[in-house]
């Protein structure tokens, strides 16, 4: 059923009172791909002229959204205080990267009221920000910084008079003909926006007259918050793709290279209008606790593990996955420990996030200052390589990124509540023979590995490394992340991650059972003419032009199905057991029109009665909806229960089956498969398949 997985936040500081008040709801787990090819090097193709690599630099709303002493809402954000945080970045911090300083939300906010000129653009409110904005960024360019601001998706309730205001260098427009007639309202808190409606001329040119106020001004950076579908809705009303279209050409056409930043956990659904668009999205929602602190492990750090993993893919020069402020930099307002501090920014840097502080730069700590001017780690921010997991069907994961010279980027996390062994396993990421590993936190060569690397990690713990094989040989790299994405009685569909190391590589050959089945260009196939209720190894070999190939990829094992299979398995049929809360609800999308809902802490569903004809490895396709950033389900098949994280849509909306495909293990005969999570809610299901 649909739980909202957060409250909307108050990001628009359109009532103040509002900050001081510390949200808490139940935390959402996040969102999982279902596979997913990785972001490859993209050759000799030319760097974008914005956004090339992930930005760096500081932003003000944590410190906005935080009840802790002498901090938060309107009256925290000022201009002396900006250009404080500023002077500490340029002395400090700048020389390490970090360049870019982002007023967000409430600089055009007075009294709860947005503040605008004759022509509904925004203005500065004049009692925080005597001097105005074009004086801030000129202060910034000066000591060689970016200057980055904040605005609201649509029309500012408060711009619109009646319709009255006329339209800047748009003779005979005025904000009645930029929105539509009913005043719908849009944007993640629906108090804020009016809805913009592109079918009048008048609106572009609405939208270009605020880009050239901020080209004016010496804006680089510019953030669109509350964008829909995303920001936990999606109704038409809340479709935001023209205006971010519209602000997209604007932003080009004033000549001023402006880095374009969307927000607030966007819907993977548009992620190619987003890539089209925007330099970078926020994956989820906001990372801050609205607490006495910045932000704490539960609400919301640790859900970003999940969170980013369908979006690894889209992810690359000139577009960012954004998982939003660093805030690790005073261990005294952070709201975590040390050890989460570093895992926080361990994960930010393998994932080429975005590196923006939210702390008050001018009381970092010693450590603080340790972990975000460690330039071997922002390096790795840097390169543009996001990591993926090996595997999530454990707290204890390994997050790695092949790199196009043969190393390899490996990141340990224990995110467990104990003490835990986390092991990086060679065949995993296609090693044979030793490699060289070195600590990148504590700047230490650990010697020449063979097999594997193993570290017992703290709750919450990390380790970074980078990995140097001895040797990669001229041939091209192996292919990872090899799985199975379909089945039938008669045929496996397969996918990979493409090979951006060694050789070029020009295609891949598929073996079954170490008989070549298939050769593809790509990286997917499907392998046909196979026998019904098998057991079957796959592999995958890549190969160049000149003939030479890799070695064999990790065997991936898959048993077909029964002859006439796959068969599926709806959740809500009578023959299943319910327990707890869950209960049967209407879903006209799913399959039979029916689903099960109010899943996980008590409440669970087991399938029973799953029939296969042997003992081994299916794939089970599983079809499920979940509106929120994703959530994480416990499966339990075969005796055996691992955790699978489900990816969600960001947008409110409960009935609109998504899948996703697992393997299982099961035994021939029938078998009971159950679906729930002792400690979190859980995504509604439909059926399974397999």
């Known amino acids: 059923m649909a739980r909202p997985a957060r409250p909307p936040r108050l990001r628009t500081l359109a009532g103040a009172t509002a900050l001081a008040v510390a949200l808490a709801a139940p935390t959402a787990w996040a969102a999982t791909p279902s596979s997913a090819s990785g972001t490859q090097a993209s050759g000799a193709t030319s760097a974008p002229a914005v956004a090339a690599k992930p930005y760096m630099g500081y932003s003000t709303w944590s410190l906005e959204s935080t009840n802790f002493p002498g901090y938060g809402g309107e009256q925290w954000l000022t201009e002396s205080h900006v250009l404080q945080q500023a002077d500490v970045l340029a002395s400090k911090l700048k020389s390490h990267g970090y360049d870019y300083v982002n007023v967000d939300a409430g600089w055009n906010v007075d009294n709860g009221k947005n503040v605008s000129d004759g022509y509904a653009r925004p203005t500065a409110d004049l009692k925080k920000f005597p001097h105005g904005m074009k004086y801030v960024g000129d202060y910034l360019h000066r000591k060689g910084l970016k200057f980055g601001l904040y605005l609201a998706v649509g029309l500012y309730q408060d711009y619109y008079n009646d319709g009255r205001t006329p339209i800047h260098n748009a003779p005979g427009c005025t904000t009645k003909d930029i929105v539509y007639p009913d005043l719908r309202k849009t944007s993640g808190w629906d108090n804020v926006s009016y809805q913009l409606n592109f ?78 668009n925007s330099n970078g999205w926020r994956v989820d929602t906001d990372v801050e606790c609205y607490c006495d602190s910045l932000v704490t492990w539960n609400n919301s750090v640790k859900q970003r593990w999940n969170d980013v993993v369908q979006w690894i893919p889209d992810a690359g020069p000139g577009h960012w996955n954004n998982l939003d402020s660093l805030d690790v930099g005073v261990g005294a307002m952070d709201g975590i420990n040390d050890v989460e501090r570093q895992s926080y920014m361990t994960l930010w840097a393998i994932e080429s996030a975005p590196l923006y502080m939210g702390d008050d730069l001018t009381k970092l700590d010693s450590y603080g200052l340790k972990l975000l001017t460690n330039d071997e780690v922002i390096a790795v921010d840097q ?71 193993t570290d017992n990690l703290p709750p919450h713990g990390s380790r970074l490394l980078r990995l140097t094989p001895s040797s990669t040989g001229s041939h091209p790299g192996v292919p990872l992340a090899v799985h199975g994405t379909a089945s039938t009685a008669t045929s496996v569909s397969l996918a990979w991650d493409a090979v951006n190391s060694g050789t070029t590589t020009t295609g891949y050959d598929v073996y079954a059972n170490g008989a070549k089945a298939a050769t593809v260009t790509g990286t997917s196939a499907t392998v046909s003419g196979l026998s019904a209720a098998t057991g079957y190894a796959f592999t995958v070999v890549a190969h160049d032009a000149s003939g030479r190939t890799s070695a064999p990829s990790k065997a991936v094992p898959v048993t077909t199905p029964a002859a006439g299979g796959p ?124």
């Open 199 to 276: 079918a009048s001329p008048c609106t572009t040119k609405y939208i270009q007259s605020i880009a050239d106020e901020l080209a004016g001004w010496g804006v680089d950076f510019l953030k669109i918050d509350g964008v829909g579908p995303g920001s936990f809705q999606g109704d038409e009303a809340h479709n935001n793709v023209p205006d971010i279209q519209a602000w997209h050409t604007a932003l080009q056409n004033t000549g001023r290279p402006i880095q374009f930043i969307l927000s607030w956990a966007l819907s993977h659904n548009k992620a190619d209008v987003w890539k089209a």
């Open 383 to 453: 390169a543009g390589h996001p990591a993926r997991p090996v595997s999530q069907n454990t707290p204890q994961q390994v997050w790695y990124a092949r790199n196009p010279d043969g190393s390899y980027t490996v990141a340990l996390f224990n995110l467990g509540s104990g003490y835990a062994d986390v092991t990086a396993n060679w065949s995993d990421l296609g090693i044979s023979g030793k490699a060289a590993v070195r600590d990148l936190w504590s700047h230490k060569n650990l010697g020449s590995v063979g097999g594997s690397f």
């Open 567 to 690: 068969v599926s398995y709806e959740a809500e049929a009578a023959g299943n057991t319910l327990s707890g809360n869950a209960s049967v609800a209407d879903c006209s999308e799913c399959s039979g029109g029916k689903k099960v809902g109010n899943l996980g802490y008590s409440g669970s569903v087991a399938v029973n009665n799953v029939t296969v004809p042997r003992d081994g490895t299916y794939l089970m396709k599983l079809d499920y909806t979940d509106g929120s950033s994703g959530r994480t389900v416990v499966v339990t098949a075969g005796g055996t229960s691992f955790q699978l994280p489900l990816p969600g849509t960001n947008d409110n909306i409960w009935g609109h089956p998504q899948s996703i495909t697992v393997p299982v293990q099961l035994k021939a005969g029938t078998n009971t498969i159950s679906f729930g999570n002792p400690s979190d809610y859980v995504s509604d299901v439909d059926r399974i398949t397999l």
